[in-house]
T-cell receptor, first 111, second 116 residues
Framework: RKEVEQDPGPFNVPEGATVAFNCTYSNSASQSFFWYRQDCRKEPKLLMS???SGNEDGRFTAQLNRASQYISLLIRDSKLSDSATYLC????????????FGQGTELSVKP | NAGVTQTPKFQVLKTGQSMTLQCAQD?????MYWYRQDPGMGLRLIYYSASEGTTDKGEVPNGYNVSRLNKREFSLRLESAAPSQTSVYFCAITLMGGTGGHNEQFFGPGTRLTVL
């Protein structure tokens, strides 16, 4: 079993749609959770951290369920510019700053 | 890129050749990382360095060596390149206690390596 598993993609949605990405992680000692965005042939960039109580940043909402070891990202009112690969990332428990990356879910928003 | 630079941007090698990928940061961070990214595999940690002078193996260290001679630079060396090492290589630094107290990583622009 992979340490971080994400929905297989790609997701193809029309502009304005709401899309949800799911992620599960296996290390119950993980304490930090993130969503990164990666554009084609570019480096990953931090989209948002995920807090225990859930958090929102504009059209993006992240949720964490520690009991189920599950993380989600919801994108409302999708824009063409949201097209990218979204990476679910968790820290490697008590191993300092080491992060474990999911394989990513590709999103394509169409006009 | 939070001040993380990588050189070269692109490289083509023949099997058996050696090369060093360079990474430098100007943010005075302690922790630095080397990842490789392959289609369908996500990012996999090759080596990391928690501080100047220390290095540790990650998930896929075989075929690589690293050097952290000073706080600013962390290099990755391929002594005898193999086609299986064709990949995109990313260097990253950790911003300790970032947003909400989480340790966030910031990446360099990557090096695209092809081994023929």
């Amino acid at each position: 079993r992979k340490e971080v598993e994400q929905d297989p993609g790609p997701f193809n949605v029309p502009e304005g749609a709401t899309v949800a990405f799911n992620c599960t992680y296996s290390n119950s000692a993980s304490q930090s959770f993130f969503w990164y965005r990666q554009d084609c042939r570019k480096e990953p960039k931090l989209l948002m951290s995920v807090y225990s109580s859930g958090n929102e940043d504009g059209r993006f909402t992240a949720q964490l369920n520690r009991a189920s070891q599950y993380i989600s990202l919801l994108i409302r009112d999708s824009k063409l510019s949201d097209s990218a690969t979204y990476l679910c990332v968790v820290n490697a428990g008590n191993q300092g700053g080491k992060l474990i990356f999911g394989q990513g879910t590709e999103l394509s928003v169409k006009p | 890129n939070a001040g993380v630079t990588q050189t070269p941007k692109f490289q083509v090698l023949k099997t058996g050749q050696s090369m060093t990928l360079q990474c430098a940061q100007d943010m005075n961070h302690n922790s630095m990382y080397w990842y490789r990214q392959d289609p369908g595999m996500g990012l996999r940690l090759i080596y990391y360095s928690a501080s100047e002078g220390t290095t540790d193996k990650g998930e896929v260290p075989n075929g690589y060596n690293v050097s952290r001679l000073n706080k600013r630079e962390f290099s990755l060396r391929l002594e005898s390149a193999a086609p299986s090492q064709t990949s995109v290589y990313f260097c990253a630094i950790t911003l300790m206690g970032g947003t909400g107290g989480h340790n966030e990583q910031f990446f360099g622009p990557g090096t695209r390596l092809t081994v023929l």
